[in-house]
């Protein structure tokens, strides 16, 4: 076969495009693995994206496959997938042509057994008991007659229907019944939202429950698993409302067992927990008021007879009153010749007084106490003048010594401000000669170590057409303007090549006049004046 038919067989062959040739397996790998199962474990899982959407890997020794759920399937996943977990994945199989790989989009997941279940449940009790959720310090006492007793479970059930009839048999109370799934993929968070719903409700319109059960039938570990969802857990331990777990049977436990505050073997042991017997209740009420009253009539009989023993030890009334009546008696009769003899004695009083009152002697008094009013009028008058004068001779004498007084201090004040602005004035051109020496060294070091000190001893400054000073020939170029700066000015010049083979004529550059910078004019001297 020569090379040319080799090359017409291959020229014959169908072309492809990279999106067909994805496209063709992508419809072959779904046609043919349209709906399978695939055991495997979880590998590489984080939770889900940010976009809501989970990405994973299944694996076994052999082989690994990448796998997917879409938001709005693992929304509705009844076992979230977890690392390390063996599980059974259902869905299709299909490609992704963005990196040739083939991948199961996953419908539905759920552990591979009730062994892998079982590690699940013991990891996350693990995790929650780490957490404090199962320590007894934080668990709450069941009232003992709840008023109004909230139940969530389902309503079409036999456990709803057990709780009514034992509740109607031992108190018959008021039932709150939140209807929720106990099994399936919305159950946990139905109890969840039902537990929460309880704790939110004010009492305002709907009765506030005093105490919650929540129950179910028994089942496998399957049917049960929505009692171990973290959430419910949570919601338990975090229910300000008392609540009892009634799940299954006495042989089956579940997460809320430990994290309630109360389990029941049964619903029907929660209900009678949750109330007392009604005619127990009566019975012992109808005891302990029996107790009561026999009590209070013992304690009655005692105080009478106690009563009694002291009344036999006190006097009779007439020997208390005796001595008091005896002492009345004597007083009474005293009485009236105490009254006939005081009558007499006011009534002798009275005469004599009667005898002074005569006009005469009134008239005599009355004289006396003008008279002697009188003496009292002059000698308050001659007292007033006399303070009166004193008053204004002391006037007199403090208005001439005034000036004489104020003097001495205006004089002392005039001399200490004096003082004081003499010492100003010297302490002011003490400081300025200080401060204009300052200034002269700092100028003198400044011109030291200035350039232009340098120029006076005859050299001379090279600067380029920016201005920059030239520090080396190896800078300039032929052709170049410089400026030659002196100690008495600037000139410019012209680069003309190697100065050292040029006779003395050419090599004397060029020289402009450059005017003289004017010196900056001094300032005049500034008059400080005079504070004062």
Do not use: C
Not at 90 to 119: D, H, N
């Amino acid at each position: 076969m020569s090379f040319s038919d080799s090359d017409n067989r291959s020229s014959n062959a169908a072309e492809f495009t990279v999106g067909e040739i994805a496209q063709a397996v992508k419809r072959t790998v779904e046609d043919r693995f349209g709906y399978v199962r695939v055991r495997g474990e979880v590998s590489g899982y984080r939770g889900p994206h940010s976009s809501g959407h989970a990405y994973f890997s299944l694996k076994d020794e052999r082989a690994r496959l990448d796998a997917v759920v879409w938001r709005g399937v693992f929304s509705k996943l009844k076992f979230k997938p977890e690392e390390g977990m063996e599980v059974i994945a259902t869905g299709k199989l299909t490609t992704f042509p963005g990196s040739s790989k083939y991948q199961i989009v996953i419908e539905r997941i759920e552990p591979a057994g009730v062994g892998a279940l079982m590690a699940l449940l013991e990891e996350r009790r693990k995790k929650l008991a780490a957490e404090g959720l199962f320590d007894d310090t934080r668990k709450q006492p069941l009232p003992y007659l709840p008023r109004v007793i909230g139940v969530v479970t389902s309503p079409t059930g036999a456990v709803i229907q057990d709780i009514l009839h034992r509740l109607r048999d031992r108190f018959p109370t008021h039932v709150l019944v939140w209807p929720v799934r106990v099994q399936g993929d919305t159950s946990g968070a139905e109890i969840t939202r039902a537990i929460n719903g309880f704790n939110k409700i004010d009492g305002s319109s709907i009765p506030r429950p005093d105490l919650l059960i929540v129950a179910r039938g028994g089942g496998s570990l399957e049917d049960l698993w929505s009692f171990n969802d973290e959430d419910v857990v949570r919601a338990v331990a975090a229910s300000r409302i008392p609540i009892i777990s009634a799940v299954g049977h006495e042989t089956d436990w579940t997460l809320i067992d430990h994290v309630a505050d109360r389990r029941a073997p049964t619903p029907t042991g929660a209900a009678e927990m949750a109330v007392p017997v009604l005619h127990e209740l009566v019975s012992t009420v109808d005891v302990l008021g029996l107790r009561n009253n026999q009590g209070i009539h013992r304690q009655l009989d005692k105080q009478r007879n106690a009563l009694r023993g002291l009344s036999r030890a006190m006097p009779s009334l007439d020997a208390i009153l005796g001595l008091p009546r005896q002492r009345f008696d004597a007083v009474a009769l005293r009485l009236r010749s105490a009254l006939i003899a005081n009558t007499s004695a006011h009534r002798t009083r009275l005469v004599a007084a009667r005898s002074q009152m005569r006009p005469g002697i009134l008239a005599n008094r009355v004289g006396r106490a003008a008279d002697k009013k009188h003496q009292l009028d002059r000698q308050l008058t001659s007292n007033l003048a006399r303070i009166i004068e004193r008053k204004r001779e002391n006037w007199r004498r403090a208005g001439a010594l005034r000036p004489q007084l104020l003097a001495r201090p205006v004089k002392l004040g005039r001399n200490n401000l004096q003082q004081r602005s003499a010492r100003m004035d010297q302490a002011f051109v003490t400081q300025t000669t200080r401060a204009r020496q300052r200034l002269d060294a700092q100028a003198q070091v400044l011109r030291l170590v200035s350039y232009q000190s340098v120029l006076q001893r005859g050299f001379a400054l090279v600067r380029d057409e920016a201005g920059q000073p030239i520090r080396a020939a190896a800078s300039t170029s032929s052709g170049q303007n410089v400026a030659l700066e002196f100690t008495d000015g600037r000139v410019g010049a012209v680069i003309d090549g190697d100065a050292s083979d040029m006779p003395k004529s050419q090599a004397t550059p060029v020289a402009t006049k450059v005017a003289k910078p004017k010196p900056a004019p001094k300032k005049p001297a500034i008059d400080q004046g005079t504070l004062f």
